[in-house]
């Protein structure tokens, strides 16, 4: 199989054998233009990520910084397939502020900074209506009556190459939106690109599945590369796939959600008109060394089994060797040349960066960051403030906080200010986030519930207490000496942790019975956490979490 992707390009490249010399009449043949294209969709309002996780993903001004690099290296072009401006669809109410906010800094930096050449439209770009998506968007088959702001396709010529880049919105994509037949808007919009000497089109696909997405592609002819958004469908980092997918003559290319990972394609046009080869670039090679080191040492292992049983068939042993003579030798050439571009045609290379605190920032972003999260808190506590307080039914439980709990049940507050828990709030106010709708509900108590945390009021609610975990506990309380009523809740269920706060995009260690050992013990449940024995705690997850994460820090970034 090795042997194969050795030859393999070399054999599917576009154009072998074709003169791109001279045409024979002394003119010399345009030459190649190479650039740079970043392939960007759901960006879903992170600006920055929640810092909860050990090693965050996800940074505007990380992902300003390395583009602003790579265009000071060459041409280059940015182009959004959307789904970029809010994390909620609808926005509810009372983070209609917060978010408007958010989304001016983002479209802001779209266009001042990155220069985002065109700007698909998804669901989370509807979060406040058509009027609040912003910049016209590339959605040829979403109707002029639908309120949404749409442009005509486009030439956009980059480093003197003309790429052609038109939008569609398939049917399902955004809830409630209908549009128009987008093969057949599609087909126009490629013909007349084409005719305006488009050399290369993108279309920038919002799509609810990758499936349709694909469907979509492989369907409509003229297409080289598709960016697609795939709303909630959209892979997380760990579900990425590593190259772009071939489908005919396109390549379809699912950028990663939240900005976390960035997609960037490294295009070289070479005249002739042959379809785009994905060639092996250095980020390709280096994760085929990668499993080609794995392969290695399971033949290596094979072989030296197969030396001391004097039973195998030589011929089988034979073929092991040929196919760990073939790694090996593979391995070698990619290090040597860790570009393997086709003789002919045009080509491209594909690689997605990861978008880590490693990575340098741009510190007019991140002063912009500051500025938005002053105005937003400044502008959540004044609306929260103008809302009603959430009341109780008559006869149900209202939150009462840990200072009511203490009067009884000394010895559990007291293991409980030992636990990450009681510092919950502090970490909010280091980072500035004590008044984000993003952050705050996992670090206080009772959020928007009659008695506990909002906006307006923390007073007696910072922290994750007692009543997180047990219920609101006024009716216990107010029992006094006389028989508890049963309106707590002795054990939680398994998932109200990992369901509540405890998500993979905030706890990206989280394990349940590791957490338990951390919050329980003496005089909170310590017969409990004997049954949990000995094992890795949450603490010792997080310290290995950072440990491998690292602690170096990108030039000009903030902590």
Known sequence: MIATIAIGLAACSPGAGTNHGSGGSGTPAPGPISFTLFALAELRGQIEPCGCTTDPLGDLSRTVALVEQARAAGPTVVLDAGSSLYDLSPV???????????????????????????????????????????????????????GFSVEAPKIIEVGG????????????????????????????????LRKQGAQL??????????REAAAFVRATKGVDVAIAGLGAAAPEPDKIDRRAEQLGDAWLVVPANRGQILARLDITLRPGGAP??????????????????????????????????????????????????????RDQELAKAPLQAPASGSYFTFQQVTINKKLACDAAIDGAKADYSKAAGLANVKAAAARPAPVAPPGTATYIGVEECDTCHAKEVAFWKTTRHAGAWHTLEESGKQLDYECTSCHVTGWDKPGGATMARTEGTVDVQCETCHGPGSIHA???????????????????????????????????????????????????????????????????????AGKELGAGCRK
Request: some cysteine.
């Open 478 to 548: 107010e029992a006094e000496g006389k028989e508890k009523p049963k309106t707590l809740v002795l054990k939680p269920a398994d998932e109200l942790c990992a369901t509540q706060c405890h998500t993979p995009q905030h706890s990206d260690t989280f394990q349940l019975q590791a957490y338990l050992r951390d919050v329980t013990g003496p005089g909170h449940g310590e017969k409990f956490r004997a049954t949990l024995g000995d094992g890795p705690t949450g603490h010792d997850l997080r310290a290995a979490g950072l440990a491998k």
């Open 201 to 210: 089109v993108v279309a920038l696909v919002q799509a609810p599945s990758k």
């Open 276 to 329: 785009l080869v994905d060639a092996i670039g250095p980020a390709a090679a280096q994760d085929e060394r990668a499993r080609l080191v794995k392969t290695i040492a399971d033949l290596d292992a094979q072989l030296a089994g197969f030396a001391k049983d004097p039973s195998a068939d030589p011929s089988f042993v034979a073929q092991k060797q040929r196919e760990l003579d073939l790694a090996k030798a």
């Open 92 to 146: 509810p109410p009372h983070r209609a502020d917060q978010e408007k906010l958010k989304a001016a800094l983002i479209s802001n930096a779209y266009r001042e900074r990155l220069k985002v050449a065109a700007w698909g439209l998804g669901p989370a770009d509807a979060g406040l209506g058509p009027t609040g998506a912003g910049p016209a968007r590339q959605a040829i088959n979403v109707a002029a009556d639908s």
């Open 161 to 192: 190459a003309k790429v052609g880049v038109f939008g569609v919105v398939l049917p399902g994509a955004i809830p409630g939106l209908t549009v128009g037949d987008p093969g057949a808007a599609a087909t126009a919009a490629i013909a007349d």
